[in-house]
T-cell receptor, first 118, second 113 residues
Framework: AQSVTQLGSHVSVSEGALVLLRCNYS??????LFWYVQYPNQGLQLLLK??????LVKGINGFEAEFKKSETSFHLTKPSAHMSDAAEYFC????????????????FGKGTKLTVNP | DTAVSQTPKYLVTQMGNDKSIKCEQN?????MYWYKQDSKKFLKIMFS???????INETVPNRFSPKSPDKAHLNLHINSLELGDSAVYFC????????????FGPGTRLTVT
């Protein structure tokens, strides 16, 4: 079984400050890990993904995440927050591609709401 | 131009009614999904279809029935609606080889009164 824990349901930062959103996962198979972002009243958009290649993954809008197997973590960071980064962020894990015997079923964390203060 | 579209965007109905939500994707993907997002923003998968075949069926009441007439469409029919069904329902699609890279629709906010 797979699961995701996001530490901190709310994170507040000042504009220009470092953003750090924490995610820990549990998986019985090599995990595929994702960060999705949801802006108010919208669907989810993929920020970045880890699929067993480089452990440091760069995504859109200046975000990046580092896969640490020893810590079972996949924390999301951005060096300098922008007002437009205010949104709900979801970490998710899957068991891999359908073409490789997985189901691509995404198991989500409970989300972290990021507030950016001027 | 919309990659994954859902109709309707809002749905308000009374308990006991039957309603449907439609989803269409124009990305040429083989796999489509339904997710439920509750009032606390928690997202949980309900169903997944790959090439019109049901591959994921979570512990969802059998009042919920997905139907995939073709690879580009996945509809969700809900019978005998209950108050607890109030949520935002998201449709998504994927290529089947991205491992979980999914494209989400804008959501349908269902309110049962």
């Amino acid at each position: 079984a797979q699961s995701v824990t996001q530490l901190g349901s709310h994170v507040s930062v000042s504009e220009g400050a470092l953003v750090l959103l924490r995610c820990n996962y549990s998986s019985s198979v090599p995990p595929y890990l994702f960060w999705y972002v949801q802006y108010p009243n919208q669907g989810l958009q993929l920020l970045l993904k880890y699929t067993s290649a480089a452990t440091l993954v760069k995504g859109i809008n200046g975000f990046e995440a580092e896969f640490k197997k020893s810590e079972t973590s996949f924390h999301l960071t951005k060096p300098s927050a922008h007002m437009s980064d205010a949104a709900e962020y979801f970490c998710a894990v899957s068991d891999g591609p359908i073409t490789q015997g997985g189901s691509e079923k995404l198991v989500f964390g409970k989300g972290t709401k990021l507030t950016v203060n001027p | 131009d919309t990659a994954v579209s859902q109709t309707p965007k809002y749905l308000v109905t009374q308990m006991g009614n039957d309603k449907s939500i439609k989803c269409e994707q124009n990305l040429g993907h083989d796999t489509m999904y339904w997710y439920k997002q509750d009032s606390k923003k928690f997202l949980k998968i309900m169903f997944s279809y790959n090439n019109k075949e049901l591959i994921i069926n979570e512990t969802v009441p059998n009042r919920f029935s997905p139907k995939s007439p073709d690879k580009a469409h996945l509809n969700l029919h809900i019978n005998s609606l209950e108050l607890g069904d109030s949520a935002v329902y998201f449709c998504a699609s994927s290529q089947g080889y991205g491992g979980g890279e999914q494209y989400f629709g804008p959501g349908t906010r269902l309110t049962v009164t």
